[in-house]
């Protein structure tokens, strides 16, 4: 069984933004599933991609909306509002940002496609931001199948934190993510533990993967 820590840094809950909970009654059953496993904050990383165009302050009065049902109904959950910043030019660079835990700053890559990224250069990118003074935690770097040792190895030089996607090492996302998060784990890259909830299938299928 995972070791969770109290607060998910990485999760969709807010209702009809992105790909993650759909509706309120959907934010209101992921809520509850996580105080169920002992989290008392959640940071909403909702996405910010070229699909996705949510903006900091859309994300803070949805959370603030959704903050409000939790309080009225009992569900004692904090809810942190940032985003999800894919590094891609047309969604990057931002003119504000929205930190959470003072500065840290979860930013993700392109899954399956880097050239998505051009011209800009992952590494390069992270260096600016920790200039700028934000802490920047990449995403859960184990499904980028595309990446190399030595990818992991300059992002992580260049001042990025790893957050590991909760069931990744036991293969919620196939076996390739899995062998990548374990190498990962072993060279003691990770520093954060997300659940990066979407839906309510994936509350269910980590019951049952991860046996809670």
Sequence with gaps: MECLPEYDC???????????????E?????????????????????????????????????????????????????????????LVPQTWPRKRLLPWK??????????????????????DEIRKLVEAGYQPVLAHPERYLWATPGDYDRWHDAGALFQRNLGSREGFYGSPA???????????????????????RYAEAFDTLLKF
């Design 26 to 86: 959907e934010s209101l059953f992921l809520c509850r599933w996580l105080v169920s496993k002992g989290y008392r904050e959640a940071v909403c990383t909702s996405h910010s991609t070229f699909l996705y165009r949510n903006t900091e302050e859309s994300v803070a009065k949805a959370a603030s909306d959704l903050q409000r049902e939790l309080d009225e109904k009992g569900i004692s959950l904090r809810l942190i509002p940032s985003l999800e910043y894919r």
């Design 178 to 200: 899995q062998m990548r998060a374990r190498y990962l784990l072993e060279k003691g890259y990770y520093s954060f533990l997300g659940t990066d909830l979407h839906s309510r």
């Design 102 to 123: 003072g500065n840290h700053i979860l930013i993700e890559l392109p899954l399956r496609t880097p050239e998505k990224m051009l011209p800009m250069v992952p590494e």
């Design 10 to 24: 990485h999760c969709h809950i807010l209702p009809g933004l992105d790909d993650g909970a759909a509706d309120l």
